[in-house]
């Protein structure tokens, strides 16, 4: 099993930054993903912002040249910088990954429990 653990969320004004933290533990073999998903009230669950192990990413259209995704591989964590926030950031931010436990394992599917970002003034 792997364990995805938050941080970073909180209330900030329209045109500011946040930083979002992402941490994976547990039975880690490899990780070929990481990445960030939002779910704002009575909308469906989005991709924001994911990044490969060979270093690609692939952003939102909505976040893209805002929002900056960066992973540490050694440490099994990523970041999300979000910089120039809009009211229609505010959203259940959830930490996402795609993992295995051993070399014969297949890879599955892991989420956080979500930190709330509120853009408001």
């Known amino acids: 099993q792997v364990q995805l653990v938050e941080s970073g969320g909180g209330l900030v004004q329209p045109g500011g930054s946040l930083r979002l933290s992402c941490a994976a533990s547990?039975?880690?073999?490899?990780?070929?993903?990481m990445g960030w998903y939002r779910q704002a009230p009575g909308n469906q669950r989005e991709l924001v912002a994911i990044?490969?192990?060979?270093?690609?990413?692939n952003y939102a259209d909505s976040v893209n040249g805002r929002f900056t995704i960066s992973r540490d591989n050694g440490k099994n964590t990523v970041d999300l910088q979000m910089n120039s926030l809009k009211p229609e950031d505010t959203a259940v931010y959830y930490c996402?990954?795609?993992?295995?436990?051993?070399?014969?394992?297949?890879?599955?599917?892991?989420w956080g429990k979500g930190t709330l970002v509120t853009v408001s003034s």
């Open positions: 996402y990954t795609r993992a295995r436990s051993s070399w014969y394992d297949q890879y599955k599917e892991y």
């Open positions: 547990g039975s880690i073999f490899s990780i070929n993903g």
């Open positions: 990044i490969f192990s060979g270093g690609n990413r």
